[in-house]
Structures are given as structure tokens and as C-alpha cells.
């Protein structure tokens, strides 16, 4: 039998095992078929399934399409933060809302889109929630390439939408500041951000073109309520004066922008107190004539082209109105427009004057908001003294008499994300509040399933997160490098004074041996001395041009 037929072959190494019946073969066979059928079948199905989903989710894709610009090259992010706003009920701040009365207020201002980001069809990546949260959708790609949106919420005093105008953004942050010069108090406004992000228009005044309206900045609302609170019975006869300065800080230099741009300097006086010698102080008697100064200065004001905007400000203008009382300082209002704030990586490509400029100016703005912290907190030391402008600003930081208020402008193209978050991260450090309301969580949402999500670590994550600029060894390096030079500079240029000086005394010799009679033996005393400390002058200031020359070659190019 088959059985016994199996059951007796015992195969050696070398032989070769029998084949199976055919029964077995056949039956082996329509097994492997019914189950290669059945795999065939499913693999159909899925692959069917798989075809209607794509063919289900183009289709949506293609309604989502129409109803927005397809020519757009980011609509996807476009309809998720309209889905997003969608979700949420958006009460920007109006002017019947109350004013808080803060030391330190902190705010920040959306800019609508210009016509450069209009042109290249960039989406509003910014959500003014309500009149002190305000949300940044930065968009972001998994690495499926699926996209989403990480909306960030951040929480200041005042938030300001795009439809406000300058006369609300100075009726909550600048007004209430006016009250305080006249009870002799020391007030500061500050505007901050990326450049092109509106600072100049929204403390000097609307721009057409290069024609500014300086009636419609912060500046001159800010003199005008000066001059009515001035003409009010209670101050009227206190016999108060009014005065304006106008000037600039660039590269650690001051220039004057009401006297021909005439180059300052700053010292410090007997009782401690730092005094901006050769300071122009005008009186004013009228808003209009405030007007004109700052049409005056302005038109000096030191601007350049960068990476984030081809007309930028690449000084600090501070425009002060100062309160007199038969001679005596009695208040001080500084309004300060910031230069723009850059990236290291965004000026790492530019030439040394460019790069220079830059780090002055991250310097300058990381101290000034160490200045306001320690204000805002009551330290007993205020590190005035790390750069020119808090150096100048000394006295809008020390004392229980002294309010500040800073302006967070901010672009909302996406675009210019980085930067936006950038600023908003320094503006929340200045002044930390706590996240509540609809500032919890970050939201995630996806193109894949279409799903609102929650992410518990995004927001918070990146608020701990220091600027790159903090970061940086190499840009901490470069400032100190430039600080360094700056020193010198100012170093070299007393010396050449003190050379220029010197060389008078050799006219004086001329004269002296152009009389008829002139003693000899003191002449040639003289003579002597005059080129033995000339010569010593010329080294000493020869060493120092050396020094400064080493460094910028070796440390800064």
C-alpha cells in the first residue's frame, strides 16, 4: 500500500526521496489557489478603498481649492486659520474699554499687510483674539510632509488688531503717561520690533511716500495733550515751561538731529548724573510748532538698506519733551523709536558696517529690557551703564516717580514669523504675565485628518526659550569686540585732540623767534619740550589706532 510503501523507505544520504501522488499534488495545488485567490481578493479591495480615498480627499482638495486662491502658494495654511478663527470669538479692544494704569505696560501692535506681502499673495499668520491675547499660527511641516498650524498664544497689557489706528494704540499706551511729567515724574515710551514692522509710523506719523505727516504720530498727540494739560488753571500757575530735544543714537554715537546732526557726548556730572553735552534745547510754545521739529529731525534720521527692509532705521531717535520750572528740570517724557531688530543669521552675509550697526543694536536692546525688568521689579541695581541708550535713559529708570511703556510691533506675513515671534518673546520677558482664557495650550492643526489638536508643550516650550542673539557665543564675542572697538575709537580721537592742541604751542614758538630779540637758550628749552611730548602724544596715539586696527581686522572682519 501507499502507507507501507512510505513507512519502508529509509532514503540514505545519497539517495533522492520519492515525489508524492498526484492526488496529493492536485489537492496541495487547488489549496494554494483558493488561498492565493482569497489574498488577490483582499489586496483588491484595499487597493479599491485606497483609490476612493484619494480620489474622495483630491475632491475635497479641490473644493477647498476654489473656495481660495489656488495662485496662492501657501492656501492650505490660509484655510486652516480661518477654520482656526472660526473656533474662537475674536473682540479686539475698542475705545470705550477701561485704561489700566500700569508702571510698566507692555503691548503690541499687528500691522496689515503691505503691498509687498499683498503682491506675494502671503497669508495673515497672526490672530488678535481679544484686547490682551493675541495668537501666532506659525505653520509648520511633519516629516510625512503633512502640514499644520502650532498656534502660539501670548498675553500683554493691550493688544492692537490691524484696524487700529494711532490715535487708539496712543490713547492706551503714551496718554496716561502725559499725567505723570506733570506731577515731576519721568516717563518713557519705547517702540519696538522687526524693521518694516511700523515703529516709525506709529511714533512719527503716517508716511506718503517719503512725505511724513507728523501730525498723526505718537510724538506730536503726545505735545498736543502736553500744551492742554500746561493751560489747565492747576498747572498754569506753577509757571512751567516747555522744551524739545531731538537726536539719535548710532553706533554707540550720539548726533543731534535739531543742530546740523552735531555729534554729542555723554558724561557724567559731579552728583553722578549723566548729562548729553551739547544738547540742543528748543522751547515750544504750540503743538505746531512741535510739528516742525519733528518733521526737522526726522528728515536727518540715519536709515539704511538691510535684509528685512531696503529704507530702514538703523538708529535709535528719541524725541524728548521736557517740563521746566524757572530753569529746573521738573519732568521728562522720552519717545523712543528702536531701530530694528535682526537676526545674527540675517546679517552675517553683510559687509562689516552692516554687521557692526547690527550688534550695536542687539546690544543696546538687550540691556534696555534688563533696564525695565529691574524697573518693573524694583532692583536696587539697574545696569544702566551696558549701552549708550540706557546710559542716556539713566534717570527714566531709577526713582518710584518713573512709568515706561513699550510698543511690540509686529509683522503678520508668514514670511516674517521668525521675526514675529522673536519680538513677542522679548516683549513677554520685559513684562511676564500669566497665560489664561484662550492662552492655554497650543493648538495643532492637520491637513490628514482635518482635526483641531491640542499640543501640551509647544507654547511653553518656546517661551523659555532664549533669542538666538542670547545664545550665540560667536555674536556675544562680536559685540564685545565692538564694544571694544568703540572704546578705542573714542580713545584715539581724545588723543588727536590733545595732539591738535600741542601743535599750537609750535605757532607760539614761530612767533617767538620772529622778534628781533628773543632769548635763544629758552627757545631751544622749548623747543625740546614741545617735540618730546609732541612725540609721546604721536605714540601713544599711534598704539591705540594700532590696537583698534588689530581688532577690527582680526576680531570683527
Not at 499687510?113 to 503682491?119: M, R, T
Not at 498664544?153 to 496718554?175: G, H, I, K, L, Q
Not at 519732568?331 to 537676526?343: H, I, T, Y
Request: a neutral charge; hydrophobic letters at 35%.
Amino acid at each position: 500500500s501507499t502507507r507501507a510503501s512510505f513507512s519502508n523507505v529509509h532514503p540514505s544520504d545519497n539517495e533522492i526521496l520519492e515525489e508524492p501522488p498526484q492526488s496529493f499534488r492536485i489537492v496541495s495545488s487547488a489549496s494554494q489557489a483558493r488561498r492565493k485567490s482569497n489574498i488577490v481578493k483582499e489586496m483588491e479591495k484595499m487597493k479599491s478603498k485606497r483609490e476612493e480615498k484619494r480620489a474622495q480627499f483630491s475632491e475635497i482638495r479641490n473644493k477647498r481649492a476654489q473656495e481660495f486662491d489656488s495662485s496662492c502658494p501657501n492656501w492650505e495654511f490660509a484655510r486652516m486659520v480661518k477654520e482656526y478663527r472660526a473656533t474662537i470669538d475674536c473682540r479686539p479692544i475698542s475705545m470705550n474699554d477701561p485704561i489700566e494704569e500700569h508702571r510698566i505696560c507692555v503691548c503690541v501692535r499687528k500691522r496689515p499687510l503691505n503691498k509687498q506681502e499683498l503682491a506675494k499673495k502671503e497669508c495673515d499668520m497672526i490672530t488678535v483674539a481679544n484686547r490682551n491675547t493675541i495668537l501666532v499660527h506659525e505653520p509648520k511641516v511633519k516629516v510625512d510632509l503633512t502640514k499644520y498650524l502650532e498656534n502660539q498664544p501670548f498675553r500683554f497689557d493691550f493688544s492692537f488688531d490691524e484696524a487700529a489706528s494711532n490715535e487708539m494704540v496712543y490713547w492706551f499706551t503714551a496718554r496716561p503717561l502725559v499725567q505723570t511729567i506733570f506731577e515731576g515724574g519721568k516717563a518713557t515710551c519705547f517702540a519696538y520690533g522687526q524693521t518694516g514692522s511700523g515703529k516709525t509710523h506709529t511714533m512719527g506719523g503716517n508716511f506718503s511716500g517719503k512725505t511724513q505727516n507728523a501730525s498723526k504720530g505718537i510724538y506730536a498727540f503726545a505735545s498736543q495733550d502736553v500744551f492742554l494739560l500746561q493751560n489747565q488753571p492747576r498747572y498754569k500757575a506753577q509757571g512751567l515751561e516747555v522744551y524739545v530735544t531731538f537726536f539719535e543714537i548710532y553706533n554707540g554715537k550720539l548726533f543731534d538731529l535739531l543742530n546740523k546732526k552735531a555729534k554729542l557726548r555723554v558724561l557724567e556730572d559731579g552728583k553722578q548724573q549723566v548729562q548729553v553735552v551739547g544738547l540742543q534745547e528748543i522751547q515750544v510754545g504750540c503743538a505746531e510748532d512741535v510739528i516742525r521739529m519733528i518733521e526737522m529731525g526726522s528728515a536727518c534720521r540715519t536709515s539704511g538698506h538691510t535684509f528685512a527692509n531696503s529704507s530702514s532705521s538703523r538708529s535709535h531717535a528719541c524725541f524728548q519733551i521736557i517740563l521746566r520750572r524757572k530753569g529746573k528740570l521738573y519732568g521728562k517724557f522720552s519717545l523712543v523709536d528702536l531701530a530694528g531688530n535682526e537676526r545674527g543669521a540675517d546679517t552675517s552675509s553683510a559687509d562689516r558696517q552692516t554687521r557692526m550697526e547690527a550688534a550695536e543694536i542687539n546690544k543696546s536692546l538687550l540691556a534696555l529690557k534688563e533696564c525695565i525688568r529691574a524697573l518693573g521689579q524694583n532692583k536696587p541695581h539697574t545696569p544702566f551703564r551696558e549701552s549708550k541708550l540706557t546710559q542716556v535713559l539713566r534717570d527714566s529708570f531709577i526713582g518710584l516717580d518713573s512709568r515706561t511703556c513699550m510698543i511690540a510691533m509686529i509683522s503678520p506675513g508668514m514670511s516674517s514669523c521668525e521675526y514675529t515671534l522673536n519680538t513677542l518673546r522679548y516683549a513677554d520677558r520685559v513684562k511676564e504675565l500669566p497665560r489664561n482664557g484662550i492662552a492655554g495650550e497650543a493648538n495643532l492643526m492637520e491637513t490628514e485628518n482635518e482635526e483641531l489638536e491640542i499640543s501640551k508643550e509647544g507654547s511653553n516650550c518656546n517661551h523659555e526659550q532664549l533669542s538666538e542673539d542670547e545664545l550665540s557665543p560667536h555674536l556675544s564675542s562680536f559685540r564685545e569686540a565692538v564694544t571694544r572697538i568703540s572704546e578705542l575709537e573714542e580713545k584715539a580721537i581724545e588723543e588727536l585732540k590733545e595732539v591738535r592742541e600741542k601743535m599750537n604751542n609750535c605757532n607760539y614758538l614761530l612767533d617767538m623767534a620772529e622778534q628781533p630779540e628773543y632769548d635763544l637758550e629758552a627757545f631751544v628749552y622749548q623747543a625740546q619740550c614741545f617735540i618730546h611730548e609732541g612725540s609721546q602724544s604721536f605714540l601713544s596715539l599711534k598704539g591705540t589706532l594700532g590696537t583698534a586696527f588689530t581688532n577690527l581686522t582680526q576680531r570683527v572682519l
